[in-house]
Nanobody
Framework: VQLQASGGGLVQPGGSLRLSCAAS????????MGWYRQAPGKQRELVAA???????NYKDSVKGRFTISRDNAKNTMYLQMNSLKPEDTTVYYC???????????????WGQGTQVTVSS
C-alpha cells in the first residue's frame, strides 16, 4: 500500500485547509485510515480515524473543527480542518490501519507528511 498526502500549506488563524490522502497498490486491503500529526520533539499523535464503514473518532482538541471522510471509490481519505489554531501547526501524516474494538490500530503504511502552518 502506498499513501500520498497533499493539501497542506500556510493559513491564518481561523482559516481552513483540506488534506487529502490517496491510496494505491493493495488498497483493497485497507480497512481503516487515520491522520496523525507530529510536532518536533514530540510523539506522533492520532488526530482522527475512519473505519471502512465510516465510523469516526477524533482527538478531543480537534472535535467540532476537523472532519475526516473517505471516498472508497477513489481510495482517498480527507481531513477538512476548520477554525485552525496556531497549535495545529505541524506535519500531518496519513496512515492505513484497522480497528480493534473502538481503537484505531495503525499499520506500518504512512504517507510522506504534509506541513500545515497556522500563522498570521
Amino acid at each position: 500500500v502506498q499513501l500520498q498526502a497533499s493539501g497542506g500549506g500556510l493559513v491564518q488563524p481561523g482559516g481552513s485547509l483540506r488534506l487529502s490522502c490517496a491510496a494505491s497498490g493493495s488498497s483493497i486491503s485497507i480497512n481503516a485510515m487515520g491522520w496523525y500529526r507530529q510536532a518536533p520533539g514530540k510523539q506522533r499523535e492520532l488526530v482522527a480515524a475512519i473505519s471502512n464503514g465510516s465510523s469516526t473518532n477524533y482527538k478531543d482538541s480537534v472535535k467540532g473543527r476537523f472532519t475526516i471522510s473517505r471516498d472508497n471509490a477513489k481510495n482517498t481519505m480527507y481531513l477538512q480542518m476548520n477554525s485552525l489554531k496556531p497549535e495545529d501547526t505541524t506535519v500531518y501524516y496519513c496512515n492505513a490501519g484497522s480497528y480493534g474494538g473502538s481503537y484505531y490500530l495503525p499499520f506500518n503504511y504512512w504517507g510522506q507528511g504534509t506541513q500545515v502552518t497556522v500563522s498570521s
